[in-house]
């Protein structure tokens, strides 16, 4: 079975202050994919980054960075140098290739605030 | 139109009644998915279509819950003798996802979702 932890269940910051958005996962599969979304007030689920279980290699997007490590089943994310506007609900989700059919597992998701 | 597109946006309805939601994915995405969003329970998987065909139904919560797919677009969920407990935002996806190949786990884009209150 499929599990995604996100510890963090509130998050406040200051602008500018750099965040880290923990999340851990739970698969039997040795083929999964890793997400990241984005939901801001507004409701919408914003995909932000996909990764695959072959591929460890971290990525950088302008301010947001995110760190995946297969030891410690970990896909963490950062957010540097954060704005307001960076205030969201942030869901991490997995999928593995079981049945082909994709479908995502959420955790919980941490609500990030970003004070001025 | 260029995103998922979900109606009504919002939904009232009395305990008993019946409710249809109804999704268009994106123009070409084959793979079709509907999530449930509740305070208590997070984001859940309800069901999922390839084409027209729905060969995952494990997330619907009872045989009150329904959906179907036309012409591989639009598709509606339905719900049949509501009950309080079905209050949540039910959100629909969609991806090109290619199932011949599973490397290609295209990500799932979603619509603002359907908000559904049941009095």
């Known amino acids: 079975a499929q599990k995604v932890t996100q510890a963090q269940t509130e998050i406040s910051v200051v602008e500018k202050e750099d965040v880290t958005l923990d999340c851990v996962y739970e698969?039997?599969?040795?083929?999964?994919?890793l997400f990241w979304y984005k939901q801001p007030p507004s409701g919408e689920l914003v995909f932000l980054i996909r990764?695959?279980?072959?591929?460890?290699q971290n990525e950088i997007s302008g301010r947001y960075s995110w760190n995946f490590q297969k030891s410690t089943s970990s896909f963490n994310f950062t957010i540097t140098a954060s704005q307001v506007v960076d205030s969201a609900v942030y869901f991490c989700?997995?999928?593995?290739?079981?049945?082909?059919?994709?479908?995502?597992?959420f955790g919980k998701g941490t609500l990030l605030t970003v004070n001025p | 139109g260029a995103g998922v597109s979900q109606s009504p946006s919002n939904k009232v309805t009395e305990k008993g009644k019946d409710v249809e939601l109804r999704c268009d994915p994106i123009?070409?995405?084959?793979?079709l998915y509907w999530y449930r969003q509740s305070l208590g329970q997070g984001l859940e998987f309800l069901i999922y279509?390839?084409?027209?065909?729905?060969?995952?139904k494990s997330g619907l919560p009872s045989d009150r819950f329904s959906a179907e797919r036309t012409g591989g677009s639009v598709s509606t969920l339905t719900i049949q003798r509501t009950q309080q407990e079905d209050s949540a935002v039910y959100l629909c996806?969609?991806?090109?996802?290619?199932?011949?190949?599973?490397?290609?786990?295209?990500?799932?884009?979603f619509g603002d979702g359907t908000r559904l209150s049941i009095l």
């Open positions: 698969t039997r599969d040795t083929t999964y994919y």
């Open positions: 123009s070409g995405h084959t793979a």
């Open positions: 989700a997995l999928s593995d290739s079981g049945g082909s059919n994709y479908k995502l597992t």
């Open positions: 990764r695959n279980s072959f591929d460890e």
């Open positions: 279509f390839q084409g027209n065909s729905a060969p995952d």
């Open positions: 996806a969609s991806s090109r996802l290619t199932s011949e190949n599973k490397n290609s786990n295209q990500p799932q884009h």
